[in-house]
């Protein structure tokens, strides 16, 4: 996805910021400004992650500001790896 601000989540080590300029492999923000709360798998059956993301953020270069009355996509996606390729 061209132009994208992403919250990766890896149960394991959290929430990562990434950023895709193109279609490729998304980058890792390197401002970083995600808080990972937890990040746990409940009972086997569920993924249970809770972080924090400014809404007005710092990073004016990869991250997108949050703004309520316009409407956003929020896509989920599932792997079994930890590779985007």
């Known amino acids: ?8 989540v890896r149960v394991a ?19 970083n400004n995600l808080l990972t709360i937890s990040c746990s798998i409940v009972s086997g059956t569920s993924i249970d992650c809770t972080w924090v993301r400014y809404v ?19 896509i989920f996606a599932f792997g079994s790896s930890s590779t985007f390729l």
């Open 56 to 74: 007005i953020s710092p990073d004016s270069v990869y991250d997108s500001d949050l703004q309520f009355d316009v409407t956003r996509s929020l």
């Open 1 to 8: 996805m061209v132009n994208t601000d992403m919250n990766i």
């Open 13 to 31: 080590t959290g929430v990562e910021d990434r950023y895709s300029l193109g279609h490729a492999t998304p980058m890792n923000d390197l401002q």
